[in-house]
């Protein structure tokens, strides 16, 4: 109850303060239902995609509130307080070690990071030992991603700091506040192209791994069961025609109007952004599967997010599938 109510004090003052909150309101049809969606970022193009699947829902009748918060610990809070409905994440410690009633439900992307170093100061991975490093949060990918790669290089870092955003840890890097963090494919193109031979890119193995990751509070994902499964159903749409065409990124944005005060830096890359992103195969076509959670239980606990066997994990102890597994026996598998 102690923790639960220091949840909930944090999460409202944040909730209060929060540095932008969206509601992306067309034309209404029936009242389906509403939730209210913490993200632990700050908006970007990267949203873009998101945020076309939310004004999608919302010609079906489902009312959206976005809000921006600070950290992605912050947007867990809000989940578990009651502040906020959905999280965006991969809250596997969270669920683990604090019993958090949550769960996952929708598979956003996939771990498709880069580790990057300031080239003057760092050259390889052992070059690293003793260094401080920047990565997103607490418990995400990007700092599993660094982890394992400490692990399997036999270093230790002196420290860690938690800069949410990829775009913000880019912008500290060609500032020189930083000198060893991990990118997004569209900032390492972007640190390229501003600092061309500055910046060192450290191999990583191939990865099979949730990024990112809708979840909420199981009771509410049963009790708001109909607006769920027509958000699921419109990403899962958006998802599959962007990966047939993602040109298509820049017409569907300016019909749906969102995310209209991002730079116009990050309109312009959009395409270029969203092309890479599918060659890459960032975007999963189908939301989440078991084989998937196995996949994230094998990363997550070589990395030391996650504690235990992997193979002794329960799926339903971290993910609620039925909404995605409804959804594509209406739309199919691809």
Do not use: C
């Amino acid at each position: 109850m102690k923790m639960r109510a220091h949840f909930k004090t944090a999460a409202a003052a944040v909730l209060v303060a929060a540095s932008m909150s969206l509601t992306v309101a067309p034309a209404q049809s029936a009242d389906m239902g509403s939730m209210r969606v913490a993200f632990g970022d700050v908006p970007g193009g990267e949203m873009v995609n998101f945020m076309i699947a939310v004004a999608r829902a919302e010609e079906r009748g489902v009312k959206v509130e976005t809000s921006f918060l600070q950290s992605e610990e912050l947007a867990a809070q809000a989940v578990v307080s009651g502040q906020a409905d959905i999280g965006v994440g991969t809250p596997y410690a969270l669920i683990q070690k604090v019993k958090a009633p949550i769960r996952m439900f929708y598979q956003l992307s996939m771990l498709r990071f880069y580790p990057v170093v300031n080239g003057e100061m760092y050259k390889s991975w052992k070059d690293l030992d003793g260094a401080d490093i920047a990565v997103h949060g607490r418990g995400s990918g990007t700092e599993a991603i660094m982890q394992i790669m400490a692990k399997e290089n036999g270093i230790s870092f002196k420290s860690v700091s938690y800069v949410p955003g990829s775009g913000v840890r880019a912008g500290a890097l060609l500032q020189g506040r930083i000198n060893a963090s991990v990118v997004d494919y569209e900032r390492k193109r972007l640190l390229e192209r501003e600092a061309p031979g500055k910046f060192v890119f450290l191999p990583v193995p191939e990865l099979k791994a949730t990024d990112e990751a809708l979840y909420a509070n199981q009771n509410w994902l049963e009790t708001e069961e109909e607006a769920v499964s027509i958000l699921v159903e419109e990403l899962i749409k958006t998802w599959r025609e962007i990966n047939e065409n993602p040109a298509s990124i820049v017409a569907l944005r300016e019909k749906y109007n969102v995310l209209p005060d991002i730079e116009k830096l990050e309109v312009d890359e959009l395409v270029p952004a969203f092309t890479q992103g599918v060659e890459i195969d960032l975007y999963p076509s189908n939301g989440g599967s078991v084989e998937g959670v196995k996949e994230d239980f094998q990363f997550y606990v070589t990395s030391g997010s996650m504690e235990g066997d992997p193979t002794g994990l329960n799926v339903e102890d971290y993910w609620y599938l039925t909404p995605v597994n409804e959804a594509i026996q209406k739309l199919g598998t691809m």
